[in-house]
């Protein structure tokens, strides 16, 4: 007997993965239209738990209006004698994977950046209340996380409701993120990997240690640690660092070995502190993407939540694209917000001092992070919209990134004799049967062309690789 018989639709793994449009749903719940929504575990004492209780506060799915957003808060209450505080981000986590397990049902991201969607279909064959959901997550709980003895699930859609836990969940993730902040890499005998989203991002592998955090911001070092410790054979797993091959750049011979065999050889080499050359990878998960700006020779910072377009016209769902999927893409790179606070942000690219550009709102929850002499002069909305806005305000104040820039300029003149000089002030300085040119995402092909100028400007040109820290650019 199916221990889901009695759900009106199919719960599997052949369901992790399922992606649902929104032509295709019913409703949406949290996402980027809603401000307030969370998923938080409590550890709490036997007694205080109503083992398989499933409350809804607020509207049921079977009350919600097809086509709209809903406010959405999860909150599990979890007992057992081994179960610890420290446990509760480990099992957080797993919320993203059981609700990918039903059919129709898509859960993407964690913590207060959660985002689902019911599909029209599920609901039609009667996945119309969040019991259904609840009883899923009890039983798969209970059978993969045997510590766990009692359990009772909340699932909230008053909007009020929502926001009076959604504060109190901020300042409970805050106390787990501070209490990892104080281990440094150095100094810790093993780090962990995670590939829960690799049924979004086949190749990608979550390098977890102290001091950077897991893309999505919700595995510290230590829930790391807690989940291989209670879940040996689960998505979250101990990783031996092996031999420290480049400490700037944060390459480690024991997380490219397992790297490589997780992504099944698609990824062989990972540099953990940088953005350039072998980045770690991106799921679809990450709080926020840094993103080069060549123009400028600077990274620019912008999370999931930003609803305009960036200093370089992109938004953020575009920016994502360029990283997510398991690749490894020079000068894009998902990130948590955590790390941001790691001495070892970014490090090979310069850390702080490469940063030119954020919204405000991140700006804002790590201004103290930020070092005290580069506080006004990153760039957020409000200084620069345009990649032209921002080099003036660069300029302005002095960031460090504008040592960087060059700026020769050479005048070239073609020798011709005197008198041919003064006939015409146009110099011919090319010839060619055929010229193309590149402007605006064209191309233009000048044919039999020659073009005459009284002289011709050559501008360094920066290398297509974006530079790291310290290296050179060659004179022309």
């Avoid at 709080?287 to 305009?308: C, K, N, Q, S």
């Avoid at 110099?427 to 064209?442: D, E, L, S």
């Avoid at 191309?443 to 040109?461: G, P, Q, T």
Wanted: net charge negative; hydrophobic share 35%.
């Amino acid at each position: 007997m199916s221990m889901f018989e009695d759900i009106p639709v199919d719960v599997g793994v052949i369901y992790e993965g399922e992606r649902i449009r929104r032509k295709q749903m019913y409703v949406e719940l949290g996402g980027p239209n809603i401000k307030e929504k969370f998923e938080l575990t409590k550890v709490k004492k036997p007694e205080e738990v109503a083992d398989g209780k499933v409350v809804v506060i607020g509207p049921d799915l079977k009350d919600m209006e097809e086509g709209k957003s809903y406010n959405l808060g999860i909150l599990i209450e979890a007992a057992g004698p081994e179960l610890e505080p420290e446990l509760e981000g480990v099992v957080e986590r797993r919320i993203h994977e059981y609700c990918n397990f039903i059919e129709g049902f898509m859960h993407l991201n964690q913590r207060y950046d959660i985002w689902l969607r019911l599909s029209k279909k599920s609901f039609e064959k009667g996945l119309n209340s969040f019991q259904y959901i609840g009883k899923v997550l009890h039983r798969l709980f209970k059978s993969e996380l045997p510590i766990i003895e009692k359990m009772q699930v909340t699932f909230m859609t008053d909007p009020e409701k929502v926001k009076d836990l959604y504060n109190e969940a901020l300042q409970i993730y805050e106390a787990r993120d501070a209490r990892a902040r104080g281990l440094k890499d150095e100094e810790a005998d093993k780090f962990y990997g995670c590939v829960l989203c690799q049924s979004f991002a086949p190749t990608h592998v979550c390098v977890i240690t102290p001091q950077r955090y897991s893309n999505c911001g919700a595995i510290s070092w230590f829930d790391g640690r807690a989940a291989a410790r209670i879940d040996p054979k689960g998505p979250i797993f101990t990783i031996e660092k092996g031999e420290l091959v480049d400490p700037d750049k944060g390459e480690y011979s024991g997380v490219n070995d397992v790297v490589k065999k997780k992504s099944l050889g698609e990824i062989t080499k990972v540099w953990l502190y940088t953005g350039f050359g072998y980045p770690h990878t991106s799921c679809g998960c990450f709080e926020g993407t840094a993103f080069y700006i060549p123009e400028v020779d600077g990274l620019g910072i912008v999370h999931r939540g930003y609803r305009d377009v960036t200093v370089n016209g992109l938004a953020f769902s575009t920016l994502a694209d360029s990283t997510a999927g398991g690749r490894q893409v020079d000068g894009f790179h998902g990130i948590s917000i955590e790390y941001m606070r790691s001495p070892k942000f970014l490090q090979a690219d310069g850390g702080w001092n490469r940063v030119v550009w954020m919204p405000k709102e991140v700006k804002e929850r790590v201004k103290d992070f930020i070092p005290t002499e580069l506080a006004d002069k990153v760039a957020t909305e409000e200084e620069a919209k345009t990649v032209d806005e921002l080099r003036t305000f660069l300029k302005e104040r002095n960031h460090p990134v504008v040592e960087q820039w060059e700026e020769e300029v050479v005048a070239v003149e073609e020798a011709v004799p005197a008198e041919a000089r003064e006939e015409s002030p146009l110099v011919p300085v090319a010839t060619a049967a055929t010229i193309p040119i590149t402007a605006g995402g064209f191309k233009i092909i000048l044919k039999d062309a020659k073009i005459y100028a009284k002289k011709v400007i050559i501008r360094s040109v920066k290398s297509e690789k974006p530079r790291r820290k310290g290296e050179k650019v060659a004179k022309k």
